[in-house]
C-alpha cells in the first residue's frame, strides 16, 4: 500500500484556470504539509496542518488555499494559475511537528 | 530561526570511491537532523535521522552520517558508492523543542560514473 500518494501525477494546465490536487496518508500521521520544488531542486515548505488545524502558512499567495477534510487529507487548491506556478508539489506526513516525513510521490504541474 | 548550509551543490565521484556530503545547520535550540534522498522523478525518502543519543548514524543503502555539535555540522559519508547512488540528497533540520518548522537545504546532486 502507497504511505502517502497524489493525484493527479501529472498537470498541465493553462494561465488563469483553477485546479486542486489531492493528498492522501495511510499512515496514521497527524501532520501534513505542502512543498514546492522548483527546477533548481529547491525545496520550498508552503503548508503544514496538525490534526486538520493549519500550523505553518508561509509565504504564498493567496491565490494557494489548502483543505484538510480530515487528517488523513490535505488538498491544495490553486486559482487563477501564473506561469511561475509551474513545478513540482510534493505533500509530506509525519507523526507531530518535527519529525521524519513521508514524501508523496510528486504533482508535476505545468502551466502554459 | 534555523538554516541548513548544503556547502556542495554537485558532487561527481567515480564507482567504488568513497563520498563525503556536507551538511552545516544554524538553530538557536536543539535540534532533530535528516538527511533525504531524492532519485529522478521520484518523491524524496529518509536516508537516516539524527534525534539523540549516538552521535554516528547509520542509515539505508551503506550511508552514514556524524552529527558534531561543536561545529554545528551533520555530514553524510559512504565509504564506496555505486551507480545507482546518483541522485540529490537534501541535509533537514528541525528544533527539538516544539519549534518544527522543518527547514531543508538546497540539496547536493550527487554523480556517479562507471
Known amino acids: 500500500d502507497t504511505a502517502v500518494s497524489q493525484t493527479p501525477k501529472y498537470l498541465v494546465t493553462q494561465m488563469g484556470n483553477d485546479k486542486s490536487i489531492k493528498c492522501e496518508q495511510n499512515l496514521g500521521h497527524d501532520t501534513m504539509y505542502w512543498y514546492k520544488q522548483d527546477s533548481k531542486k529547491f525545496l520550498k515548505i508552503m503548508f503544514s496542518y496538525n490534526n486538520k488545524e493549519l500550523i505553518i502558512n508561509e509565504t504564498v499567495p493567496n491565490r494557494f488555499s489548502p483543505k484538510s477534510p480530515d487528517k488523513a487529507h490535505l488538498n491544495l487548491h490553486i486559482n487563477s494559475l501564473e506561469l511561475g506556478d509551474s513545478a513540482v508539489y510534493f505533500c509530506?506526513?509525519?507523526?507531530?511537528?518535527?519529525?521524519?516525513?513521508?514524501f508523496g510521490p510528486g504533482t508535476r504541474l505545468t502551466v502554459t | 530561526a534555523q538554516s541548513v548550509t548544503q556547502l556542495d551543490s554537485q558532487v561527481p565521484v567515480f564507482e567504488e570511491a568513497p563520498v563525503e556530503l556536507r551538511c552545516n545547520y544554524s538553530?538557536?535550540?536543539?535540534?532533530?537532523l535528516f538527511w533525504y534522498v531524492q532519485y529522478p522523478n521520484q518523491g524524496l525518502q529518509l536516508l537516516l535521522k539524527?534525534?539523540?543519543?549516538?552521535?554516528l548514524v547509520k542509515g539505508i543503502n551503506g550511508f552514514e552520517a556524524e552529527f558534531n555539535k561543536s561545529q554545528t555540522s551533520f555530514h553524510l559519508r559512504k565509504p564506496s558508492v555505486h551507480i545507482s547512488d546518483t541522485a540529490e540528497y537534501f541535509c533537514a533540520v528541525s528544533g527539538s523543542g516544539g519549534s518544527y518548522i522543518p527547514t531543508f537545504g538546497r540539496g547536493t546532486s550527487l554523480i556517479v560514473h562507471p
Open positions: 538553530s538557536s535550540v536543539s535540534v532533530y
Open positions: 509530506a506526513s509525519s507523526q507531530g511537528g518535527g519529525g521524519e516525513q513521508y
Open positions: 539524527y534525534l539523540s543519543g549516538s552521535t
